[in-house]
């Protein structure tokens, strides 16, 4: 994972921290909790807290928007998905492999 490698920064909040929690407890994703304690306490200790920036356009998905909305935060920031349907055009939102050819991991 390049956020472990540090070649990337994580952005997050306290909703994306809910967030995160929420759906890797469910069973089917089989993660313990204290795996996924530490992993969280990783985005906390590592990532840049940071504020969500309105955007008053419609998502496809409203509960994407906290994602959008926080990536819109630093210039420099891209928000990786495989989900590009939900969000506008926008080349800060990019695939994972995008993301990979961004970094010049491919």
């Known amino acids: 994972m ?14 994306i921290l809910a967030e995160y929690t929420e759906v890797l407890s469910r069973v089917h994703f089989h993660i313990s909790k204290s795996r996924l304690e530490t992993l969280i306490n990783y985005i906390y200790e590592h990532g840049i807290v940071t504020n969500r920036t309105t955007f008053n356009e419609l998502l496809i998905d409203e509960d994407d928007r906290v994602f959008y909305e926080v990536s819109l935060s630093k210039d420099d920031s891209f928000l990786v998905t495989g989900n590009l349907k939900h969000f506008p055009f926008d080349p800060r939102v990019v695939t994972p492999a995008q993301m990979l050819q961004i970094l010049g991991e491919d």
């Open 2 to 15: 390049l956020w472990l490698k540090e070649k990337i920064t994580l952005l997050y909040n306290r909703e």
